[in-house]
């Protein structure tokens, strides 16, 4: 469904305009609920790099946007995003049911939950990511679009590695913790990819 919805997307240029925004959109919200777990004293360098590079990916996503039409999208407001009400519900819905899930396994508050919920959130968008871009940049060759997002399907691999090697730190079971965590996000994801089919045209 994901590779059939980009390929409608990506062949009408307004609508991989909104496409791209939405993704510069998600990225930049990423990036900010990064910045939102520090603690005010003890950041370390990869918390800084990865906020660094979520900012770095939505601006190259918008960017990539003047490629198609440079008039288009200027902003984040729903006429210009896809599925705007998931796009927006999507990683803050992650977020809290990532907490309600560690704080009952955990039992964890105040900043180490929020901590934890970094780890966690941001290791299933990493694995998330891992499969989307590739898929998006698979059907951009095939459309021969001038857009691409090679060098961010780099970054996220790296990502993920670093989100693991976190996670390995926090807690001996945590793969089992991450299983949860990816099949609560792939509940969100799907309900996304759905509500974007809704939006393109009827061939789609």
Same mark, same amino acid.
């Given at each position: 469904?994901?590779?059939?919805?980009?390929?409608?997307?990506?062949?009408?240029?307004?609508?991989?305009a909104?496409?791209?925004?939405?993704?510069s959109?998600?990225?930049?919200?990423?990036?900010?609920?990064?910045?939102?777990?520090?603690?005010?004293?003890? @950041?370390?360098?990869?918390?800084?790099?990865?906020?660094?590079?979520?900012?770095?990916?939505?601006?190259?996503l918008?960017?990539?946007?003047?490629?198609?039409?440079?008039?288009?999208?200027?902003?984040?407001?729903?006429?210009?995003?896809?599925s705007?009400?998931?796009?927006?519900?999507?990683? !803050?819905?992650?977020d809290?049911?990532?907490?309600?899930?560690?704080?009952?396994v955990?039992?964890?508050?105040?900043?180490?939950?929020?901590?934890?919920?970094?780890?966690f959130?941001?290791?299933?968008?990493?694995?998330?990511?891992?499969?989307?871009?590739?898929?998006?940049?698979?059907?951009?060759?095939?459309?021969?679009?001038?857009?691409? @997002?090679?060098?961010?399907?780099l970054?996220?691999?790296? !990502?993920?590695?670093?989100?693991?090697?976190?996670? @390995?730190?926090?807690s001996?079971?945590?793969?089992?913790?991450?299983?949860?965590?990816?099949?609560?996000?792939?509940?969100?994801?799907?309900?996304?990819?759905?509500?974007?089919?809704?939006?393109?045209?009827?061939?789609?």
């Open positions: 469904m994901l590779t059939s919805n980009l390929k409608s997307i990506v062949s009408d240029n307004v609508l991989h909104k496409w791209l925004n939405t993704l959109y998600m990225e930049n919200a990423g990036a900010k609920k990064i910045s939102a777990s520090e603690h005010k004293e003890n @950041v370390n360098l990869i918390i800084l790099k990865h906020a660094a590079e979520e900012h770095r990916h939505a601006y190259y918008k960017k990539q946007i003047s490629k198609i039409d440079g008039a288009l999208c200027k902003t984040y407001t729903n006429a210009e995003l896809l705007p009400n998931h796009t927006k519900y999507y990683l !803050h819905a992650l809290i049911a990532v907490c309600r899930y560690l704080k009952a955990f039992n964890l508050s105040g900043y180490d939950l929020k901590f934890a919920a970094y780890l959130v941001t290791y299933a968008i990493e694995v998330r990511a891992d499969e989307l871009y590739p898929i998006y940049q698979a059907v951009l060759d095939d459309a021969k679009s001038k857009v691409n @997002v090679k060098s961010i399907i970054e996220e691999e790296g !990502h993920l590695e670093e989100m693991i090697n976190q996670l @390995v730190s926090f001996n079971d945590w793969e089992n913790h991450a299983t949860e965590v990816i099949k609560i996000e792939k509940a969100l994801f799907d309900g996304w990819v759905t509500a974007l089919a809704t939006e393109l045209p009827i061939s789609a």
